[in-house]
């Protein structure tokens, strides 16, 4: 029985579908078909408008059923399959998209595929129908066509997963990358040049990092632009808070209206980032906001936290978020005319006749009271409504991005509920998707799916230490230990280093991926990288160096070759190269210390890390400003490349020691 919501939409269809399993593979082998594998996931609008055109249609669905076998996979739950077969699509010279729709041999070969595919003919694409003929009749007619296709899509893959990437880099490449991204991006709207417009998070970051680091202020306020157009847009929910994926126009106007969990957490910590430095209440107000959101739409009873919401109700995408002008009118009264002002709506609409709301005021308007009392009355209307699926099975990578987020951001705005939530979402993934030992990817209904993968583990990883830099608490650290751990034994390349997708024992998958690039999500050796250079500057400990050391290495080349590309990795390596450690010893009450900690936090600084202790408490012994702490009187350590300077017992002298 499948837990999948995606796989469970697509039950009642015409088309006989059937799992990713080795019993439809022996069954193809049987009857001489080539399997027709389809991938989406439950919040996508175009999977449920292939679903609707096609795998609901009885003449459709019979030419599946009778030249193929149909294997549907939701490519959350397995986003190894995913990973593979959009590899292939590339290859083909395709560009990826959901649903994806793969023809593949027996032996897991795909020879030809597509994403989206119409059930008439359109633009110049012959119908689905005409397409399912056609394939069918070259692999019954033309098996040398076939051979041919498959081999060269499975030989391309390979090379690329197989290709040497290891390579030195050198510091300069930190200003490169930031001034291609600069010239990439979109200077009238924010984000990057074009449409459809995501947010790219890791590219904003990596924007701000350079500000940090440069002081330019073409890099701030590319930042500011970007973060403020998405704030303000329709790809925002102006009424229940949280990000949709992203926006078709380059207005940031029109969104994707699904929400999914891995966007939501990835805008919280670069909102969180770039608040810490630019106290812009709209980004305070909008991580207050999606946090809200996340907790009442998203937190299951037992602490776990959902993945996506759909972007269709009643079969209509984004049925539930727009709204009439005289539906507000209605329900506003003497409110109205304020409220559409504020919020771009208009009698004829900006969407099919419709509006979505997009904010067109200050950032006081949202403080204004009339305001607040008009978005709650027509937020509590729309609950009314029939509102879109919610995704409910609990993703152990998309936890543990979005742990990371609550725990960052809840040191930021000094807020403990958050953490809370995050400490419960942590124990949830520990007490549920751990069974004997072995971390699982996908939980729903009481049943776990799919062994982890890279991201999962390395998710798990990073919101272990981002938990502990906030509580202390070493049990995190343990737990990390144990992940790291099973990490090395299972996913490393021994030949060339980094980490594969899979793991040794992922027997069903015809290729382990190795992945150094961002995709919508950190990539997981990328990510590794950061964590383990943070987890390593509050340790010393030499094995997370060396660990840190391979992944430098095995991945420098092709980071340097398409370092767009790579942001979370190259964030790793300037807090490698470029991190510094504030060491404070003291007591955490005296006005002293006070003072030394809040001129550090004065500080603009990238990925500098702060650490209190009392004079009697010994920091990890392979920590450079370990033995230095036994002091009689507030002092400050700077440590940079594992060097700490002389004592610093002058709160004035913090930032001229620093720039010394």
């Given at each position: 029985?499948?837990?999948?919501p ?22 193809a ?65 395709v ?23 119409s ?31 498959y ?50 998070t ?25 973060l ?38 990835l ?63 209605d ?13 771009g ?25 009339s ?146 690039s ?8 990328g ?78 600084l ?7 202790i009392?004079?009697?408490?010994d ?42």
């Open positions: 029985m499948e837990k999948s995606y796989l469970i939409q697509h039950k009642d269809n015409p088309v006989h579908w059937m799992p990713w399993s080795e019993k439809a593979f022996v069954l082998k049987k009857e001489d078909k080539p399997i027709l594998l389809s991938v989406g996931y439950a919040a996508c609008h175009w999977c449920h408008v292939m679903a609707h055109e096609s795998f609901e249609d009885e003449g459709v669905a019979s030419l599946m059923n009778e030249h193929f076998i149909n294997i549907k996979v939701d490519r959350e739950e397995r986003p190894d399959i995913d990973a593979i077969y959009m590899s292939a699509l590339q290859a083909m010279g560009h990826g998209g959901w649903p994806m729709t793969i023809f593949m041999t027996p032996e897991k070969k795909a020879f030809w595929g597509g994403t989206y595919f059930k008439e003919p359109l633009n110049g694409t012959p119908s689905f129908p005409n397409i399912l003929v056609g394939i069918s009749n070259a692999y019954k007619n033309d098996k040398t066509l076939i051979s041919e296709n081999k060269a899509i499975d030989d391309a893959i390979r090379k690329k997963n197989t290709k040497d990437s290891s390579g030195s880099l050198s510091i300069d490449i930190l200003d490169r990358v930031s001034d291609q991204l600069l010239n990439f991006s979109d200077k009238e709207n924010g984000g990057l040049k074009g449409a459809p417009k995501f947010p790219n890791a590219t904003i970051d990596n924007l701000w990092r350079a500000f940090i680091r440069t002081g330019r202020e073409d890099f701030k306020d590319q930042v500011l632009l970007t403020r157009r998405i704030s303000n847009g329709g790809i925002y929910d102006q009424l229940g808070g949280g990000f949709s994926r992203y926006s078709v126009d380059d207005q940031w106007l029109v969104p994707h209206f699904e929400k999914m969990l891995y966007d939501n957490a805008l919280i910590d670069i909102f969180s980032t770039v608040y810490q430095i630019e106290k812009d209440p709209l980004l305070r107000i909008r991580v207050e906001e999606t946090i809200d959101w996340v907790v009442s739409d998203m937190i299951t009873s037992n602490g776990g936290i959902c993945s996506a919401i759909d972007a269709d109700s009643e079969g209509v995408e984004g049925k539930y978020y727009v709204w009439k002008s005289k539906e507000i009118d329900l506003l009264q003497n409110d109205s005319s304020l409220f559409k002002s504020i919020f709506v208009t009698e004829e609409g900006n969407f099919e006749g419709n509006n979505i709301l997009f904010f067109n005021g200050s950032v006081t308007d949202l403080s204004d009271q305001i607040i009392k008009s978005r709650s009355t027509l937020l509590k209307e729309r609950a009314k409504r029939v509102a879109p699926l919610l995704d409910d099975k609990i993703l152990t990578d998309w936890n543990g991005l979005m742990i990371g987020a609550l725990a960052r951001a809840s040191k930021i705005f000094n807020n403990e509920d958050w953490i809370e939530h995050a400490e419960k979402a942590y124990e949830f993934i520990i007490n549920n998707l751990i069974i004997d030992d072995v971390l699982y990817h996908s939980w729903r209904e009481d049943e776990v799916r799919g062994i982890a993968m890279l991201d999962d583990h390395v998710a798990l990883i990073d919101a272990s230490i981002s938990l502990y830099t906030v509580t202390h608490n070493e049990k995190y650290l343990n737990i990390a230990d144990t992940q790291l751990s099973y990490l090395n034994k299972y996913f490393l390349d021994e030949e060339r280093g980094g980490y594969y997708l899979t793991s040794v024992n992922a027997d069903d998958v015809p290729i382990r991926m190795k992945i150094s961002d995709s919508a999500t950190p990539s997981g050796n990510l590794l990288f950061k964590t383990l250079v943070t987890w390593w500057r509050l340790s010393g400990r030499i094995d997370l160096k060396e660990n840190i050391s391979m992944l430098e290495k095995s991945f420098g080349k092709v980071v340097a070759e398409n370092f767009s590309s790579h942001c979370t990795w190259i964030s790793g390596f300037e807090s490698f190269y470029k991190g510094v450690d504030f060491i404070v010893v003291g007591d955490s009450k005296s006005s002293v210390v006070k003072e030394m900690v809040n001129n550090i936090g004065n500080l603009k990238n990925d500098s890390m702060l650490t209190i009392n004079s009697d408490d920091l990890p012994k392979n920590h450079p400003a370990f033995g230095k702490t036994n002091v009689s009187q507030a002092t400050t350590y700077i440590c940079k490349e594992q060097t700490c300077s002389p004592p610093i017992l002058d709160p004035d002298k913090i930032k001229q020691n620093l720039f010394e």
